[in-house]
């Protein structure tokens, strides 16, 4: 009985959860451009979709950004993971405080923030300073997945390939990083993944003629429903969810609650 | 071996790019440019505590709680159920509940705007019925659904992590003392699962009392939240000084509410920041 009552308690919240996802999947094939009903099979939004110059123009902003802020994010952030890792005990603490900040400070703050930087030292809003508003917000993530990697790590390594006469840079390419590589591939994943989804900082920090994907859904959904978006929903949602896989095999074997929780607290 | 020269980008970066725009902000929200230059004064603050400003901080205030206290009702009996031994696909089902969490979350509101609006699945399922089609959108409930609908992972997950780490032979413990179920839950499971409730609330709380997409997109504008209002300062009315001072307090609420639940909080296992 009880066992019954959870089944449908936990069937009905994956229904609210994921309702209104499909529907929006299922109505991007749907021919009428009316929500409420079915008027047949059609791949014209997907059409129109991949027709729209701004939104490819956006789509193309959106990627170019993701990619190269995680991965600049990763270059630098893995640097000072390291350098964090070595720090004495107190400079530790107030460097990591120091970096909770972006994740526990609202997006908004962030966002506006930085806007205000970029226009008060007269930095033209665009292209640049939303890579670098979103290499900004991406670093953390990239530290906070590779620390515990570096905590993990056997010194005894380290000190073995001295011992062996590697150069200490010879060492930590050869035997530090292979070994840190899984927080370093993750760290680059999240920051890809986060960097793709935000919405409010780049909103804040882009300028006239650039926008990102999330930018145009906001602008385009502020004036109603268009069925393109229900398009465009469906290709990132089916991204994300790959991309999501991909992060869980990784992580799977890894005990990282600690990880997962801190970065969904800095979603938003 | 000293390689802390390795984290001096990032240093800089911090200081330029979280530092720097930060301390603009109270820059901004101190100051008032006049005839003669810039002056130091507290009059953003004070207005914001006109009774037009303060009912929109109430208002966003009592949105977010509202939305706190349904995702709580709704979400600890499903982290029961993620974390009890009922089901042999656990994994799955956790993964599950995460994978909408990562769809952008502009598109999951818009998602119930399609659900909501006069001619949405909802209002002709209703006429189909034979009755009258109901105004949905564009109301206050509606922010708090999209607001629940939002966060309502956040405040599971915590909850979840909480109570799968509780040692099992305390609860039959309790059992074998002669307590029936309802007793064991209040005395021993729900008093052990309070972190996981407290972070819960404080994830919950913080981005519903921050937004300006959902109310702008499920409110229609009509409910200016403390979010509404920062943006229109900064991108409409374009006085930045104001903006900052609204945005100054917003980060006081927000450390607040983050002090006083870590401040409750036994293993400060979340954020590092207190």
Known sequence: MTRFLKKSYAALIYLFLYAPILILLVFSFNASKSRGVWAGFTLKWYRELFQDRQIMKALYHTIIIAVLSSTIATVIGTAAAIGIHNMKKLKRKIVMNLTYIPVVNPDIVTGLSLMLLFIFTNFRLGFVSLLLAHITFNIPYVILSVLPKLKQLDKNLYEAALDLGASPFYAYRKVILPEIMPGVITGLLLAFTLSIDDFVISFFTTGSGVSTLSIIVYSMARRGINPKINALSTLLFVTVLLLLVIVNLRTSGTTNGQNKKQAINGKY | ?274
């Open chain 2, 1 to 274: 071996m000293k390689k802390n020269w390795l984290s001096y980008p990032y240093l800089v970066w911090m200081f330029l790019f979280i530092f720097l725009p930060l301390l603009l902000v109270l820059f901004y929200s101190l100051t008032t440019r006049t005839e003669d230059g810039l002056r130091f004064t507290l009059a953003h603050f004070q207005r914001f505590m006109e009774p037009i400003y303060l009912r929109v901080l109430f208002r966003s205030v009592k949105l977010a709680l509202f939305s706190t206290v349904i995702c709580l009702i709704l979400g600890y009996p499903m982290a029961m159920i993620l974390a009890g031994n009922g089901f042999k696909r656990k994994q799955v089902m956790v993964f599950l509940f995460v994978v909408p969490m990562w769809m952008n979350f502009l598109l999951r509101t818009y998602a119930w705007m399609t659900l909501l609006e006069k001619t949405g699945l909802i209002n002709t399922f209703l006429s189909w019925l034979g009755l009258p089609p109901l105004n949905l959108l564009y109301t206050e409930e509606a922010v708090v659904l999209g607001m629940v609908y939002n966060f309502l992972p956040f405040m599971v997950l915590p909850i979840y992590s909480v109570l799968r780490k509780i040692d099992k032979s305390l609860i039959e413990a309790a059992e074998d003392l002669g307590a029936d179920g309802f007793t064991v839950f209040r005395k021993v499971i729900f008093p052990l699962s309070l972190p996981g409730v407290l972070s819960g609330i404080t994830m919950v709380f913080m981005p519903a009392v921050t937004t300006f997409v959902i109310s702008r997109l499920l409110g229609g504008g009509q409910f200016t939240l403390i979010g509404n209002l920062i943006e229109q300062q900064f991108l409409l009315v374009g006085d930045w000084n104001f903006g900052s001072a609204i945005s100054m307090v917003m980060m006081l609420v927000i450390l607040v509410s983050i002090g006083v639940m870590s401040k409750y909080e036994k293993e400060n296992e979340g954020s590092g920041l207190f």
